[in-house]
């Protein structure tokens, strides 16, 4: 079998009978040394942002009505991301469990320019251009419809595979006009999920799940109001849930929300919570300490593990939700320009 | 020895024999099976996108729903419109959005930007069905079973329901065609209680048209339901129904619009009440009381009113209604003193026949009727309504609210009924 190989490397490598001789002599260490180059040639080809992963996508048709929308997308995400935004659905690209509708076409043009303005251009400004090239996600998934648990009565918003995909839910709901709404369906769930991808990726600090231990409940947190999640230390009442979603929340809630927001916040969390009948759940705790003690930790981690300043990025992105219309005006202006294309 | 070398032999012929098998296989295809996936898609693409009015589209969201008409028109530039006029898209209505053809393990049509008319029944937040997170649970992506260029057999992804699509005549409009529809849609109103189904001769009660669910009670506990679609032609049942040995699924509305004909010669058919059952089934839930009479007729009731002036009462209303065992002649009567208003009840048992109704008079238990029947007039009045009557239904088949009837034995005693709530 070596002997098969090496007369295969003889032939296509043009190998000089001297030089073929020493690999005879030698053949088990060159065939380790052939094998670790084969390797290192592999290696070689990863994560390049030059050739786009997405190989298998059919050439844009310019005769198709959606060709502008589609060369936007190839100019704004696919090739500086490497991103395939997906807003054309299929079943199998989804999560079975649940019941979904495909996201408006309407709607799927304003998610794409509002999230190019509000989540990947504020990461620019402050990370600078390569960061989400390296980190960011390589799929964006728009659903029309909430992926709903009517057993538990709760939905999900959006979720993040393996570092790679986000899929975001209810973009039918979509109201660029509503920046609470848009933050709580879309953008709190992108920081929310991307924060997934970077602690999957460099671990966050062990300490932070000693704050609230022993307060997490996966299986009864959609019961707790936000009263009650605050006076435990939890920015929400689904960072109640596990450790990890805690600190994504955490994350989330700190870019997106309004220091007003964040006010009533620390002041819920400084007083004993109230549960849904409106009973007073005592607790041993000091909500408002735990939660600006896991905001520093965040604050450091990202600093210390991303470079990534944390308050820099949350005042970009208030600076940008107040530039959503004539973002929006922009973007369309853009994508029509791209009907030149077709003619 | 010898024996082992002979069995050397035999196996070393059968592994010769099997390889060589392996090498004379041929390639029953032309082309690789990605190849043939592609040319498929290509094509039901082009025949899909041909049919410049459109494709009707028999949609069942899931097996036990009932099915919707749609009309789709696929743009070859990728935009599918969809026209829809039911329940759940009550004002005529033309959607867009995109469609495609996508190899899923086959050739897959998918409607994969949000088209209300389509995807209402697969939104989970529509307020449909089993409400919210579920909804219609329809399909939005179909397998194509069978392509041509008149007609696809699809298959709902999920729910893998039986799903038709043929192509629209080219001369037609869309809106006619839902025009078309609610002709046949009249014969499941709300107001008729019941359908007959005949298969050569026999008959089953169908209820529930109106849902589009039909239930027929069957020799087994539980009655069969069975969904349909209404079309601009006729119904088709989700699947065939098999009665009395004759399986039937599609039926054909008649000229005069009363009846559904699965053939031409009628063994198998379905048809509206005939008048008498549509009285007696609609008495649950109205009343039917005496508006004109003959003159025969309006002699007894001027003595049952001076028989109740006699007694400072005047007659408000007589009318039919049900008590659940029987039906009664409810006699309205007030005080022409103090203005308040009572009832006599007096029963009779009905029954429909072929050709009208028998009413037998059974007697009366309650205070007013034993009151009232001393009275003058109505002892004949009671005896003149326990008869045989033919029965017509003045205003409508479909939802007759007008009835006459006649004495058979004496034609000229006859009177009018109107349907009140």
Known sequence: MTSVILETLKKEYKLTNYEYSLMRKNSKIWLLIWTAALFSACVRFEDSFTDSIFVDEPELDPASELYPFDRWLEENYLKPYNLDFRYRMQDKGSDMDYNLVPAKLENSLEMAILVKHLWFEAYNDVAGPDFLKQHGPRIIHLIGSAAYKPALQTMVLGTAEAGIKITLYNCNELNPKNIDLLNEYYFETMHHEFAHILHQKKTYPKEFETFSAGYYDPSYWQERTDSEAASLGFASPYGSSQPREDFVEIIANYIVKDSVWWTDRLRMASQSGVNRDGQVVDDPLDGQEIIEAKIDMCRKWLKESWDLDLDSLRRNVTKRQLQIDSALIEGYKKIDEYKNEQL | ?421
């Open chain 2, 1 to 421: 020895m010898k024996k082992n070398r002979y069995l050397y032999v035999l196996l070393s012929g059968l592994i010769l024999i099997l390889s060589s098998c392996v090498r004379t296989e041929e390639s029953l295809f032309e082309e690789s099976a990605a190849l043939r996936l592609n040319r498929a898609i290509a094509n039901d693409r082009k025949l899909l996108s041909s049919a410049d009015n459109g494709w009707v589209m028999e949609y069942f969201p899931t097996n036990g729903s009932p099915g919707f008409v749609l009309l789709i028109r696929f743009d070859s530039s990728g935009i599918a419109s969809i026209a829809a006029k039911n329940e759940v898209t009550p004002m005529y209505d033309i959607s867009t959005g995109t469609w495609n053809m996508i190899d899923d393990s086959g050739p897959v049509l998918t409607f994969d930007t949000y088209n209300a008319a389509l995807h209402v029944f697969s939104d989970p937040n529509s307020g449909y069905g089993q409400g919210l997170g579920i909804g219609l649970a329809g399909d939005y992506e179909f397998i194509i079973m069978n392509a041509s260029e008149t007609e696809f057999t699809l298959k709902g992804k999920k729910r893998g329901t039986n799903i038709r699509l043929y192509r629209f005549p080219e001369k037609k409009e869309w809106r006619s065609y839902f025009a078309d529809v609610n002709k046949v849609n009249a014969l499941f109103n709300v107001n008729i209680p019941y359908l007959h189904l005949t298969v050569n001769g026999s008959r089953v009660m169908l209820t529930g048209g109106h849902s589009h669910i039909f239930n027929i009670e069957t020799a087994s506990d539980y009655p069969v339901e069975i969904p349909f679609i209404v079309t601009d032609e006729g119904i088709r049942f989700a699947q065939p129904f098999e009665t009395n040995g004759v399986s039937v699924q599609k039926f054909r509305l008649s000229d005069d619009g009363n009846s559904l004909w699965a053939d031409e010669n009628a063994i198998a058919k379905i048809e509206l009440p005939l008048p008498q059952e549509f009285f007696v089934a609609t008495l649950q839930t109205k009343k039917w009381a005496i508006d004109t009479t003959s003159a025969g007729l309006r002699g007894i009731i001027d003595s049952v009113y001076a028989g109740l002036n006699a007694v400072n009462r005047t007659l408000v209303q007589l009318d039919f209604r049900d008590l659940s065992d029987s039906v009664a002649l409810a006699v309205q009567v007030k005080s022409t003193a103090t203005g308040v208003t009572a009832i006599g009840r007096f029963y009779y048992s009905v029954k429909p026949t072929e050709d009208g109704i028998e009413f037998a008079y059974k007697g009366t238990s309650d205070t007013g009727g034993d009151v009232l029947r001393r009275l003058s007039g109505f002892s004949e009045l009671l005896q003149a309504l326990d008869a045989t009557f033919k029965i017509d239904s003045v205003n409508s088949t479909l939802n007759p609210s007008v009835l006459t009837l006649e004495n058979t034995a004496d034609t000229s005693l006859w009177f009018v009924l109107k349907q009140r709530l």
